[in-house]
């Protein structure tokens, strides 16, 4: 065989499309569903994850692509490919793993569920004396919310809304020729899964379509069908601002009315998915394909159940043995014994030295909830700022705020409220804030603030000190039990004043000229990493040690990609944890022959970002709320925070060894961009990285081990 040709940087076969490269992701967690060896119900539980999975991806990058075809964009991808041809293996590989989920759920997860003694049932399935309990319930409780809308003549096509699930009905009648067509909707109102005697669910849907008859005439015929509708996101609000010398035109409060038509548009954006049962007739696959407006490549036949994403739901009481070992976050070793009365002991404790949160292996209410709760009643604080882009319902973040504001602090909250899908909560939690006497800013022009940081304002004996709280995630309490990220509490001077020039650009809506130490974007992020990636580079041709270890949620800039792919052949050794989309190419000989990438999964989401580069022996660690993506550096507002503390360096090299020796819920990339799960040997011990940290918290101490895997990626670094 002859030698393969070398791959340019820029080509397109440098490259794994974006689109495609999520739907890989999205096919390891289907993975995880299919596993044989995991808990049941927690299988189910990513069975449902997936349904919402292939919701998103409908909404977000089906709708995008589409919108791109209406627009009749030239865009070439990356990768090389068209908006068209993007749609049309997007398409092809969603139609694929549906398929797949289907069956997995019908031909293994029902059956074991059945076998487990918590079947969901067919109505078919059901004993004569189910069937009575289940028709005195769809008399009692479902019935009088039911609307059956007509379509003829004098009764158009009603209005399908996004993600709701519908029966389709087909009456024929004797007296009249045509068959009628009557759309219910199934009533979110009502659990999707309803108990039976006996033990098991039976879907609500099924209930509905099986108890019908006293809808229609007397010796009417009927039959039942079901679907579901998925509309695209929008396009990016900003997009549709008048513009005046290049910036928008923003009256006050405009903003916030913009958000708004945006969510009002979106209830009614076309449609990009259709969902159908697989025994739907074609004609009226067809015919309502038309109603809506949509292309018949976007019929999704379901074998079984549709609405999957509702099998998150299915948690019966009991049965332990089918739930992994539950786990229960620990206080962080350094704020087990602080007096939940005393509100400086956790400034004092930061004073101490720098603090790194694990969630959810630490406890996020004592640690950053404590944090606000302290500096929102504790009287020598005089100001609280901090940025919120998602949040919880009854968030306690929120009720700390209001009670610093009315307590008489200054509070500045930087509320996002373009954060898609969080619209709505978003503007009532800033109208909540004004009215406690906050100062509230609902985003920036052109830009979406994705920045994690909190910062305080205490007045102490040595004078006024800045406490600051830098994060790879949201100001959740919810989401800080279900995702994977760091934080860090630090009282360090040059960091208070780098994060308050932040929050004054925030504000003021001015730059800042100077961040000291922080990478900040969209000013200067990109830039900061590219020097970073140089420097190993240089260190490398000169003979030091060096390399580039990183973890993140996806990887896409193709400016970082390209420095990414010069490192390499220059011989810089790159290890990259990239849980989701990812278009570089690992291991390809001449592109890329020194990186490796692999992606993490588990019980809960992986979303903490940590940088790290070698530096001549002398590694610098960063972490903050940016991925490489475009987008990140582009066109939101985003930090990446350096780490000084050697100590907090330390558990930094910790984390990402213990991620590096996963043998058993990591995917490794080949050459061709697919990806291959690692599996342990019959003699070896499963090394799962969530578990291992579940284990480590718990200990409060170090990773068994943990300092030599350290020593040798550090020497696996060392070139």
């Known amino acids: 065989m002859g030698k393969m040709p070398k791959i340019a940087i820029h080509s ?56 791109l075809m209406e627009k009749k964009s030239d865009r070439i991808s990356p990768d090389g490919r068209t908006p068209q041809e993007e749609l049309q293996a997007c398409r092809e590989e969603l139609q694929r ?84 067509f009557i759309r219910i909707k199934v009533p979110p109102n009502r659990p999707r899964w309803t108990p039976v005697s006996g033990g098991g669910y039976v879907p609500l849907e099924q209930i509905i379509a099986n108890n019908l008859g006293g809808f229609f005439p007397h010796g009417s015929k009927y039959e039942c069908y079901f679907f579901r509708v998925t509309r695209g996101a929008k396009d990016d609000p900003w997009d549709r601002l008048p513009l005046e010398n290049g910036d928008p035109i923003l009256a006050p409060g405009s903003l916030i009315g913009m958000v708004s038509a945006e969510l009002t548009a979106r209830r009614f954006a076309g449609v990009v998915r259709l969902q159908v049962s697989a025994n739907m007739p074609e004609p009226l696959k067809t015919w309502i394909a038309e109603q809506l407006v949509t292309d018949p490549a976007d019929i999704v036949a379901m074998r079984g159940l549709m609405e999957l994403t509702d099998l998150v739901n299915v948690q019966p009481e009991s049965y332990p043995e089918l739930r992994d070992k539950p786990h229960n976050p620990v206080n962080h070793p350094r704020l087990r014994h602080l007096d939940p009365a005393d509100t400086e002991a956790i400034f004092r404790q930061s004073r101490g030295g720098d603090i790194l949160v694990h969630h959810p292996f630490h406890r996020y209410d004592t640690s950053i909830l404590r944090f606000l709760e302290s500096a929102a009643r504790d009287p020598q604080v005089l100001a609280i700022k901090l940025t919120i882009y998602r949040t919880s319902q009854h968030s306690p973040i929120i009720q700390a705020l209001t009670e610093a504001a009315r307590r008489g602090k200054q509070v500045a909250v930087m509320v996002e409220i373009t954060a898609r899908f969080d619209e709505a909560p978003n503007i009532a939690w800033g109208e909540h804030l004004e009215k406690a006497g906050a100062h509230v800013v609902y985003g920036m022009e052109r830009l979406k603030t994705h920045v994690k940081l909190g910062l305080v304002v205490r007045e102490e004996a040595d004078g006024i000190r800045r406490y600051v709280h830098f994060s790879t995630g949201n100001y959740h309490t919810g989401t800080a039990k279900l995702y994977e990220d760091l934080g860090v509490l630090s009282c360090d001077p040059q960091l208070g004043a780098s994060v308050a020039a932040v929050f004054n650009e925030l504000t003021g809506g001015i730059p800042a000229p100077d ?205």
């Open 515 to 719: 961040y000291g130490s922080l990478l900040v974007a969209p000013h200067h992020l990109r830039e900061g990493f590219v020097e970073l990636i140089r420097r190993e580079v240089a260190h490398r041709r000169a003979g030091r040690s060096c390399g580039i270890r990183a973890k993140m949620n996806q990887l896409q800039d193709p400016q970082i990609i390209g420095e990414l792919y010069l490192a390499s052949q220059a011989g810089v050794p790159i290890t990259l944890n990239v849980r989701g989309l990812c278009c570089l190419r690992a291991g390809v000989p001449g592109l890329s022959p020194t990186i490796q990438v692999y992606s993490t999964l588990g019980r809960y989401l992986e979303h903490g970002r940590i940088y790290r580069f070698e530096n001549d022996a002398n590694p610098e660690y960063f972490i903050g709320s940016t991925d490489w993506m475009r987008r990140n550096v582009e066109k939101r507002m985003e930090t990446i925070v350096p780490v000084i503390d050697p100590s907090i360096c330390g558990e930094l090299q910790r984390i990402l060894s213990v991620y590096e020796n996963d043998n058993c819920t990591a995917w490794d990339m080949q050459p061709d961009g697919t990806y291959q799960r690692r599996r342990h040997g019959d003699e070896e011990e499963c090394r799962a990285a969530q578990e291992t940290f579940i284990r480590l918290a718990a200990d409060g101490a170090p990773p068994e081990n943990a300092d030599k895997c350290a020593d040798d990626a550090a020497q696996s670094l060392a070139v």
């Open 97 to 180: 793993q549906t398929a797949i989920l289907c069956e997995l759920v019908e031909t293994q997860l029902r059956p074991a569920l059945a076998e487990a003694g918590i079947p969901i049932l067919d109505y078919e399935q059901l004993s004569d004396v189910q069937r009575a309990q289940m028709q005195r319930y769809f008399r009692d409780s479902v019935d009088p919310i039911l609307t059956p809308l007509a379509t003829d003549a004098g009764h158009p096509f009603p209005f399908i809304r996004n993600l709701g699930l519908n029966l389709a009905v087909v009456l024929n009648r004797a007296e009249k020729k045509r068959p009628r």
């Open 12 to 67: 397109p076969e440098a490259y794994i499309n974006r689109e495609l490269s999520w739907l890989d992701f999205a096919r390891r967690v289907l993975e995880m569903a299919e596993d044989p060896a995991m808990p049941l119900l927690e299988r189910l539980k990513f069975a449902g994850i997936m349904g919402m999975l292939y919701d998103e991806f409908a909404m977000k990058r089906i709708g995008g692509l589409r919108r």
